[in-house]
């Protein structure tokens, strides 16, 4: 007698059906995918030219780059806790300071306010170019950084290339 296998399962099923129903399964589950999304509601959103206006004031930068306030604006609001309401009560709280310079308005709260906390990651933020500290930074633009603003007619901004690829290799010219 010869060794048959059983081509179903113990509960009546062939392989070829469970993995053709395992295949569909993963489709659907990928079709509903929200692990890529931000996991915030939309009143958690608050529009980048709210941002935009509060990064102005914050940074005393009435010229203050459009493309890097954006870039910055969605890098912040997908990495930092409660992005929005944040925002919006800082927001609030500068309106309701009125006129008084951003400098005394900072200096006046409690080291331990979260208004101070959040108005000071923003500032932090746009000198460095980068969101967050450590590991967990994220590199906006090193180059649009504002801390180099003040110094960019005498600094030459830092970068891995700064001349041509390989500058490093030529022989300098000591005869100046």
Known sequence: MKNERKSKSSYGLSRRHLLKSTAIVGAALLSFNTASA??????????????????????????LDPAFATAMYSTMASHTDHFGVRLAALEKRLAANGAQDVQSFISALP????????????????????????????????????MFQQTL???VIPTYI???????????????
Request: charged share 25%.
């Open 153 to 155: 007619d005498v600094t």
């Open 38 to 63: 931000p996991l915030t509601s939309i009143e958690d959103k608050p529009s980048a030219g709210t941002f935009f206006k509060l990064a102005q004031r914050l940074t005393n930068r009435p010229e």
């Open 111 to 146: 080291n331990e306010d979260e208004d101070r906390i959040f108005a000071l990651l923003i500032i932090e933020s746009f000198y460095t170019g980068n969101v967050g500290r450590g590991r967990q930074a994220v590199v906006v633009s090193y180059e649009k950084a504002l």
């Open 162 to 176: 700064r001349a041509r690829p390989n500058y490093w290799v030529a022989t300098p010219n000591l005869d100046n």
